[in-house]
C-alpha cells in the first residue's frame, strides 16, 4: 500500500487566498482524521471523520476552516481566507476499524503551509 | 480533560547509552496511551501502545514502555541509542470519555545522539 498520500508537499500562499489541501487514506480505513502541527501549539486534532462523516470538529479553529471527505478515498481541508497565523504543517492520519478502540492512526507525510 | 506532559523538549544522550523520555498524562478514566515517533520531513509513526493486560509494552526499534497507573507515568526506554534515533518523540493519550479515536498529544521530545 503506498501510505496515506497528501499533496501538496509545500504550499506558499498570500494572505487572503483560498487554501486547499487534499488527502487520500490508506485503502479501507475507516477513520480519517486532520492534524495541525506548529511549534507553538504542538500536535492538534482539528477534525475526523468514520465512514466519510465528520465526527468530531471541536478542533477546527475558526470559520474560515472546513473539511469535508466526499467518498472513502478523498478528503479536503480548506482555509479561506487564509492568515499568516495558519502557517503550520498539517497532517492527515487514517485508521482502520480492526480494533475500534485502539488501532493505529498512519499518518501522512504532511503539507507544509506559509502563508505570506 | 485529557493531557500529556513531556518532560524535557531535548533529551541528548551519547550512541550506546540508555534512552529515557519521561511522559505523564492526566485522565479520569483507564487511558490508552502511545509513543509515536516523528522523523525529520515524515509523518508520524507508532512505536508502540498500551490498552489494556501487561503493562510492559514493547514496540518496534528496540523500544519499551512501563504504565504505571500509581504514577501516572508511560515512559519510554530504549537500552542502547543508536544514531538512527534521533528523531522527534510524541507520547499521545485517548480515553472512552473523549473518544478513543481521539489522540491528545504531548508536546514532544527530540532525541539527540551523538557519536
Known amino acids: 500500500d503506498a501510505g496515506v498520500i497528501q499533496s501538496p508537499r509545500h504550499e506558499v500562499t498570500e494572505m487572503g487566498q483560498e487554501v486547499t489541501l487534499r488527502c487520500k487514506p490508506i485503502s479501507g480505513h475507516d477513520y480519517l482524521f486532520w492534524y495541525r502541527q506548529t511549534m507553538m501549539r504542538g500536535l492538534e486534532l482539528l477534525i475526523y471523520f468514520n465512514n466519510n462523516v465528520p465526527i468530531d470538529d471541536s478542533g477546527m479553529p475558526e470559520d474560515r476552516f472546513s473539511a469535508k471527505m466526499p467518498n472513502a478515498s478523498f478528503s479536503t481541508l480548506k482555509i479561506q481566507p487564509s492568515e499568516p497565523r495558519d502557517s503550520a504543517v498539517y497532517f492527515c492520519a487514517s485508521s482502520p476499524l480492526r480494533e475500534i478502540y485502539t488501532d493505529t492512526q498512519y499518518f501522512g507525510p504532511g503539507t507544509r503551509l506559509t502563508v505570506l | 480533560a485529557q493531557s500529556v506532559t513531556q518532560l524535557g523538549s531535548h533529551v541528548s544522550v551519547s550512541e550506546g547509552a540508555l534512552v529515557l523520555l519521561r511522559c505523564n498524562y492526566s485522565?479520569?478514566?483507564?487511558?490508552?496511551l502511545f509513543w509515536y515517533v516523528q522523523y525529520p520531513n515524515q509523518g508520524l509513526q507508532l512505536l508502540l501502545k498500551?490498552?489494556?493486560?501487561?503493562?510492559l509494552v514493547k514496540g518496534i526499534n528496540g523500544f519499551e514502555a512501563e504504565f504505571k497507573k500509581s504514577e501516572t507515568s508511560f515512559h519510554l526506554t530504549k537500552p542502547s541509542a543508536h544514531m538512527s534515533d534521533a528523531a522527534e518523540y510524541f507520547c499521545?493519550?485517548?480515553?472512552?470519555?473523549?473518544?478513543?479515536?481521539?489522540?491528545?498529544f504531548g508536546t514532544g521530545t527530540r532525541l539527540l545522539v551523538s557519536p
Open positions: 499521545a493519550v485517548s480515553d472512552q470519555d473523549t473518544g478513543f479515536q481521539k489522540l491528545v
Open positions: 485522565s479520569s478514566v483507564p487511558p490508552y
Open positions: 498500551y490498552t489494556t493486560g501487561a503493562t
